[in-house]
């Protein structure tokens, strides 16, 4: 009895986007990440690590093994501030 | 340097106009950044121990910033001291562990194999072990079992 190959065409579409979904959120992340894994579990330690990386070399992922930081990394730090009914009305 | 989300307005052209008390002295601050710290974080809590703890009896008194600014000071240049001690001796070792770190989610052990040639590198040339403080003393350290895990 012959393989019946008209079959193995829904199945090859459904691979197909198996693989596509994957390369993808692969490429998303990795363009997101700067060509790095994506961090995860991240607490609030890594959070204000990551803020404060971003403060150091200007991008997220950035990383510098510099001891002595420089001079604009004292005055650069920012916050963003918004009006709160929580905290009362500025 | 460009402060992030502030592409047209460069950082040296930022200026603080609160600054601090000129009777302050000046201390530079640690410019390594997650990665490195956190390879580097064990050394400097062995080496700065002391520092680090009068750091943070001295916040336990008060949680006003302007008490602890002579502790916080030492803090700073103890960090920035062991920075530079591992810069000079052991640097390529010191790069490829952090690497390793920041690829791997910064989780120590997924980095087995460069922990092991950074420290035997700085046990080599500067003397310094990794220890891991309150660890049981009746087995090997989680760094030194073999097979690496």
Known sequence: ?90 | MVNPGYKHFKGEDWVDPTPPPSDLPHVEEVGATGAPLKSASFVIGSMCKEYNEDFMLCKDEDRNPQHCLREGRKVTRCAIDVLEKIQANCRDEFRAHWQCLDDKNQMFGRCRVPEKTYNECLFKSLGWKKDIPFAPTNKPQIHERTPLA
């Open chain 1, 1 to 90: 009895m012959p393989v019946p190959f008209e079959s193995f065409i829904p199945f090859g579409i459904m691979s197909a986007m198996f693989v596509v979904t994957g390369v993808g959120i692969n490429f998303a992340q990795t363009r997101r990440n700067e060509g790095k894994k994506p961090r995860y579990s991240m607490d609030d330690w890594d959070r204000k690590m990551m803020t404060r990386d971003k403060q150091l070399t200007g991008t997220p992922r950035g990383q510098n093994d510099a001891p002595v930081a420089p001079p604009e990394f004292k005055i650069n730090s920012s916050w963003k501030v918004y009006r709160s009914l929580r905290n009362g009305v500025l």
